[in-house]
Structure formats: C-alpha cells, structure tokens
T-cell receptor
Framework: TQLLEQSPQFLSIQEGENLTVYCNSSSVFSSLQWYRQEPGEGPVLLVTVVTGGEVKKLKRLTFQFGDARKDSSLHITAAQPGDTGLYLC???????????FGQGTTLQVKP | ETGVTQTPRHLVMGMTNKKSLKCEQH?????MYWYKQSAKKPLELMFV???????ENNSVPSRFSPECPNSSHLFLHLHTLQPEDSALYLC????????????????FGEGSRLTVL
C-alpha cells in the first residue's frame, strides 16, 4: 500500500490548459514537499507546505496543503511545454529524516 | 547544477561484475542518501548516512554495499546484481537527516542509469 497516492499518474494536455495533481494519504504529515523531475535529471524541490490549509504560489503553480495535513494539491494555470516533467510529492511521516515519495504524475504539455 | 555530482551517468554491467557508483556533494551538507528509481514505481529510499554514520538501511539486499568515507562522498558498491536491479540510482544530500526544524529539502544528483545484463 502506497503511503502517498498521487493522481493522475499520467496527464497529457495542450498548451494553455489548466490542470490539478493530487497527493493523498491516510497519514498526517508535518510538511509535504513537491518536486519536479525532468528527463535525465534528478528531482528538484518546488515548494514545501507546512501549515494545514496553507496555499503557496510559484508563478503559475499553486500548491495547497489540506486542513488535516493529509493531502496536497498542485494546480498549474495555462500550462506551458516547459512544465513537462514528472511531479513528485514527498513527506516524512515519522519525522525521522526518511523522506518517502509518491509514485509521481507524468505531465506532458503539447505545444 | 545542484551541487551534487554522480558518476558514472550510465553503467552497463554483467551479473558477475563488481562496480561502484560515486556521489559527491559540494553543499556542506551532513546527510547523504541513496534512492532507487524504477519505471512506474515510487522512489525507494535505500540508505541514509548522517554525519558519516549509517542511520537507515531500508531492507536492501547485501549485493548493494554503501560506503561513506566523509560527509561529502558516498559510494554504492555493486556486486552480483540481478537484471531487476536495473534502474536509475539517485544520490541526494540534505543539511541533516534528523533536524526536525529543517524541512529536510533534498538536493539530488542527476543519477546513474544502471543496466544489468
């Protein structure tokens, strides 16, 4: 059983469309992180959400942490081809330094 | 450039070979990690080193042997691997794996793509 479930697993959209990616768990996390991984690269941190209900914006990307700190979402407005990549949510459920990852959402934005 | 360098980027080896993956970080971090990334599976944490001491071995088979001579270098020694071990092996570092004040951002290398024939 996955501790962090991401959906959808794959998304292919046209440039200019909006999309939302979800990260869900039955466990409570003190914080959740979102990473993006491009082909041939390692994951790079986009944002960390810490407070339940928190909303953070990074240009066209909006991240939200659920009130109960069990889920998070990533919304992209007017997607661009440069947004293409693997989006990963991650968290440390036991606060012991063991960061676990969801299975990822592969996003393809076509021009 | 994330400050974490992995070599080699690509490695092909037979099941009887012995090889090593190398990771070096230039960020002054105290914790280093090995993750395995296979197709359609989440990143799997393999090993964690904090201040050169191994603090986590996530039930990894003994054919994978990590070595951390100092806080800046991490190796993964490979011997008698199986074809199912083919994957992208990612090294990462962070300030301190046990610092609960720190949100624990990981800085990843570009990975070593391993193919076992």
């Amino acid at each position: 059983t996955q501790l962090l479930e991401q959906s959808p697993q794959f998304l292919s959209i046209q440039e200019g469309e909006n999309l939302t990616v979800y990260c869900n768990s039955s466990s409570v996390f003190s914080s959740l992180q979102w990473y993006r991984q491009e082909p041939g690269e390692g994951p790079v941190l986009l944002v960390t959400v810490v407070t339940g209900g928190e909303v953070k914006k990074l240009k066209r990307l909006t991240f939200q942490f659920g009130d109960a700190r069990k889920d998070s979402s990533l919304h992209i407005t007017a997607a661009q081809p440069g947004d293409t990549g693997l989006y990963l949510c991650a968290g440390d459920p036991s606060n012991t330094g063991k960061l676990i990852f969801g299975q990822g959402t592969t996003l393809q934005v076509k021009p | 450039e994330t400050g974490v360098t992995q070599t080699p980027r690509h490695l092909v080896m037979g099941m009887t070979n012995k090889k090593s993956l190398k990771c070096e970080q230039h960020l002054g971090h105290n914790a280093m990690y090995w993750y395995k990334q296979s197709a359609k599976k989440p990143l799997e944490l393999m090993f964690v080193y904090n201040f050169k001491e191994q603090t986590e071995n996530n039930s990894v088979p003994s054919r994978f042997s990590p070595e951390c001579p100092n806080s800046s270098h991490l190796f993964l020694h490979l011997h008698t691997l199986q074809p199912e071990d083919s994957a992208l092996y990612l090294c990462a570092s962070s300030q301190d794996s046990t610092d609960r004040v720190n949100t624990g951002e990981l800085f990843f290398g570009e990975g070593s793509r391993l193919t076992v024939l």
